[in-house]
């Protein structure tokens, strides 16, 4: 499903008005009956992302750190039963599980058993595409030699980041590609085709092999 940019922006805006619950993305199916649930969801879990990362600093002072830990101790000493970590996360607008590992690592950090995340982080190889195709094909008269299928919608926020840290890079060493956005993604994005970067919201049926073609001839 391909949304325009005015479509993706009135979403958006509705969703900076309202809570991260399920009773909001009831409220989204509703306001927006005629777009795709799985979309609608995919959006609302990235709107969610983008206003975690905006509020991560001010959760990680060491001020808010320390009274998130002895709010998390006082709770659980008075009722251990209760879901002290959920309600506290709710009432600060915060993700329970990064509110989780607050309250981990100042509790690793007190019994000196903390490990740095960098020593945490697997040493693995650059990222590369989902498919790199041994034999090229063509989509809608474009060339492309690998495939990256993105299990989210397309937004500009995450489409530039993408660019950034992965497609370009994948273009820089295996030439033009497809990215498969499967819940949809702003039309407007769709334009470095002639760059080599296509998007499509589902698996194209109008696939051109090279080699067959090249025999053909």
């Not at 993706?8 to 619950?21: C, K, S």
């Not at 991560?56 to 000493?77: F, S």
């Not at 209760?82 to 690592?105: G, K, T």
Request: hydrophobic letters at 35%.
């Amino acid at each position: 499903m391909k949304l325009t940019k005015a479509q993706y922006d009135e979403i958006a805006q509705f969703l900076g008005h309202v809570q991260p619950t399920r009773q909001s993305l009831r409220k989204l199916k509703e306001k927006f009956p005629s777009q795709s649930q799985s979309t609608l969801l995919s959006i609302f879990s990235q709107e969610y992302q983008k206003q975690i990362k905006r509020t991560h600093a001010k959760h990680h002072t060491a001020e808010a750190i320390e009274t998130y830990y002895q709010r998390y101790l006082n709770g659980v000493m008075k009722n251990a039963a209760a879901p002290v970590l959920l309600e506290l996360a709710n009432e600060v607008d915060f993700a329970p599980s990064l509110m989780a590992r607050i309250v981990l690592e100042r509790f690793l950090q007190e019994k000196e058993a903390a490990i740095p995340e960098d020593q945490l982080r697997a040493k693995g190889y650059d990222k590369t595409p989902d498919f790199i195709l041994e034999v090229p094909v063509a989509v809608e008269g474009h060339v492309i030699h690998w495939i990256e299928s993105k299990a989210s919608f397309g937004d500009e926020s995450s489409h530039q980041a993408y660019l950034q840290d992965q497609f370009w890079s994948y273009w820089n060493r295996f030439g033009p590609g497809l990215v498969i956005y499967w819940y949809g993604f702003i039309e407007e994005l769709d334009c470095h085709r002639e760059r080599g970067i296509l998007l499509k919201d589902c698996f194209p049926t109008d696939i051109v092999t090279l080699r067959h073609s090249t025999a053909q001839r």
